[in-house]
């Protein structure tokens, strides 16, 4: 037998920690919104040859552009695909790494499972 006023086994306490852990992940929805606006308009660097070739992309990792150096024009395609290569490396991991710390902040406290 329950106890009356009990319902489901879920005393008052228990039924304000759902409706705050609701209230919570609403906001964590809304604010995820906001972090993949943010990130899409963000443009992110990497580089090679000493910023002779650049790539950017967004923190969603999508491309934006490549900037090329006259100076490196005559190094040849091998070595000119090898230096763009190598930038979109680096933008790839300043991109994921930026949009890792964001999402952290904005789960913070949360303990979510794979975050």
Known sequence: MT???????????????LADAFKKAQ?????????QEDLDRLEIPGEAAGGLVKVYLSG????????????????????LSALVLEAMQQAYDNSTSTMRSRMEE?????NLPGM
């Open 60 to 79: 969603n990792q999508e491309p934006r552009r490549v900037e090329i150096s006259p100076d490196v024009m005559g190094e040849g395609a091998e070595v």
């Open 106 to 110: 904005l789960t913070g406290g949360l």
């Open 27 to 35: 906001q964590v929805q809304e604010g995820a919104k906001k972090l």
């Open 3 to 17: 106890k009356q006023g009990q319902g489901f086994g879920f005393g008052m306490g228990k039924m304000k920690e």
